[in-house]
């Protein structure tokens, strides 16, 4: 976990945003520059897997306006939905290696917010 | 559920296609007309659904490229899980009360194959 | 669920059985005997796999008892709700096949009301 | 996060165990003591609701064994399913908390092997 942070950047997962604001600060730079997170690695392939189910939703609409076997769209249906968990597990195993782990080396309450947060969302994804 | 189907139209869950192809000539008139499905009479509100479920899913795209926050976009992708999930569900539930219901009436192998089927599907949405 | 049903037998998912109490005259021989259900040819297999998800489930007590690895619990957690999964699905497609089939046979109320019962339970798994 | 751990105790989520075994050493005590994990101190709760997952698996099977209604035992298993769910969920997030967040503050290969093995339990979980 190297982080070599330059200006106006901050390297994986920001800690300045939602409910954990003063984790900015312990990693400076926020005021200035590219806002990166955990995902930023996997931003081509996340959008082309996007794209992707995009594609997919939309051929399930064509379907039904078309009249398909109802059978045949649910499978499609299937395809979109693991697309999109896919995308879902990929955000949350970033957001994990970077945010959460940087938040958790600077310890206090800032970590303890940032892995009540992670845990809440696996458990929204878990029961989706 | 005794249908009567007028020439040209198919009510209620075309037997006629997938593996069972041959439960068409039972209801007839699978040549002339307009092909209905379970999900006929609720074809708009799908279709409303999947557009949505589908401006979601381009919305999740737009925060990755803006790099919103992991856990804002986790959310995003929950919302379009759960829009595909009660599409799925309502094209099921159709299917069950209009095709496999159908096929049942007429007995025999053909409505074994069409509940094995739906059956499989199920299963495909239980697991995904 | 006090069913006193005297000698005889009622095959494949009684109807007389919830919403639809009336269904069970259409089958007659309701007045004689034991009562079978959809899942009545898979029941021991059905029983085997139960037990060995309650054993499962027991292994999973006595790893946290003896204070296992985090991880290795989840492991066999997964492994007990898959197994709990296998056999949920096994008892839908014997009802669909079954009681469900039966009912849509029958038709009328009876029918839409196993139709939309099985629909109901099919979205409690998918959500579950 | 910083834990002070007396003689022959492991605080939190030990790192010994596992691909990560070199951990041990950093938190010392390894050989001689009380093994603790992240859910060290919710071991009651889960083991009091891993009872009643249990005896809910049991239930399931009695239902079985005397023909009740397949909804029935459908709705039951659920509940068994979901209560393992909620196991799970808690197990997971103690260890996010406890043996993740501590290798992650430890950083290096063993962090990096501890978070790669939570995602891909949670992915397990997602996909189950």
Redesign the interface.
Known sequence: ?SITTEPGTIEH??VE??AVEQGAVEHGAAEQG???????AD?DA??KR??R??GQ??G??RM??E?A???????Q??A???A??T???Q???????H????A??A??PV??AK?????A????????
Chains 1, 2, 3, 4 share one sequence.
């Open positions: 976990m997962g920001t945003q939602g590219v806002v990166q997170h955990g995902y930023t931003k996340l959008l996007l794209r189910a995009e939703v939309r399930v609409a039904v306006d009249d076997y109802c059978i045949d769209i649910l499978t249906v299937s979109a939905t693991k999109l968990e995308v879902a597990l955000l949350l195993e970033d957001h994990l290696a945010c959460v782990a940087e958790a080396e310890g206090g970590a303890q892995l009540a947060e992670a845990s969302a696996i458990a929204r994804l878990v029961r989706s």
